[in-house]
């Protein structure tokens, strides 16, 4: 049988017409004239090869074909409606996996209170934080299906995917107690000593040297690390300066935060999905709690 011939509106029309056993309420039902679901009856008994209805005493009766296919014709139009537009289980007891792509910042500060937030919302729902490889690389995944949800900087997009604009932040500059720079803290304190410098790809350069430089004035890196969570620890025992988004600066609380003494531009912070993940509750829910969580 060639199933591209196969309306999919007649067998809609044939579980009335079966449930029913009865042209006129099959009609009124599914709200077709009499006629159209005379119509239709007919082009079911030619495509089943059986009456499937017939003449009793005073009403019509299914034939003993018909029977048999009642509880498969209602088996695959549930499979159908599932498959076009799927009943979404309560988050309590849905099961699912979902991909989210961000830096260690903001993960820092919200991983922890996500996954409290899920154990009693939607214990069911597995996370898996993938590597941070930059936003273009976050972005791909996405549009790829690799990624279900990115927390990045994602400004101006549109189309393929929902992104929601969280927060700005700025940066400030950290470094421990009683350090030396402290006291009359300005730009030259801040360059007499080394820097630690956050960096996913290990670059020893950021676009904060490039502006130093068209000032004529230089720091030294001395050292790179691939993580914000590791700063803290660093700064505590030396006397390096780092220059850290502001959210940080709360989890450590006995470092001292001042001012960058030259303007650094700040950055925004994008939550987002592809539009063709519109009606998966679970990432809708856990979207919505991050959203919360860094608004």
Not at 96 to 123: E, K, N
Request: proline share 8%; with cysteine; aromatic share 4%.
């Amino acid at each position: 049988m060639n199933l591209r011939s196969l309306d999919l509106n007649l067998l809609v029309i044939l579980d009335a017409l079966l449930d029913e056993a009865h042209v006129s309420r099959a009609a009124d039902r599914l709200n077709l004239s009499q006629p159209a679901a005379s119509a239709a009856l007919q082009r079911c008994r030619h495509l089943f090869r059986d009456e499937l209805l017939e003449r009793g005493r005073g009403t019509m009766r299914l034939t003993p074909k018909a029977e048999t296919l009642r509880a498969p014709l209602k088996s695959l139009l549930a499979g159908v409606t599932d498959l076009v537009d799927p009943v979404e289980p309560p988050l309590a007891q849905r099961q699912q996996v979902l991909r989210i792509s961000m830096a260690d910042y903001p993960a820092l500060l919200v991983i922890g209170p996500l996954q409290r937030a899920l154990a009693s919302s939607a214990p069911g729902i597995d996370l898996v934080i993938q590597p941070w490889q930059g936003a273009e690389a976050s972005r791909s995944g996405l549009i790829a299906g690799t990624t279900d949800i990115a927390i990045s900087v994602l400004p101006g997009e549109e189309g393929e995917l929902e992104v929601t604009g969280l927060l700005t932040e700025h940066y400030v500059i950290a470094l421990r107690p009683g350090h030396p720079a402290v006291a009359g803290f300005d730009l030259g304190c801040w360059l007499d000593y080394p820097h630690i410098l956050v960096s996913g790809r290990g670059d020893t350069r950021s676009p904060l040297d490039a502006d130093l430089a068209r000032m004529g004035r230089a720091r030294r890196v001395g050292l790179v690390v691939p993580s914000f969570g590791m700063v803290p620890d660093l700064l505590r025992g030396s006397d390096m300066i780092a220059m850290l988004p502001s959210r940080i600066l709360p989890a450590a609380p006995d470092l001292v935060s001042l001012p960058v003494p030259v303007p650094v531009a700040g950055f925004p912070l994008h939550l987002a999905w592809h539009r063709r993940r519109a009606k998966d509750a679970g990432l809708r829910h856990v979207a919505s709690l991050l959203a919360g969580l860094l608004a």
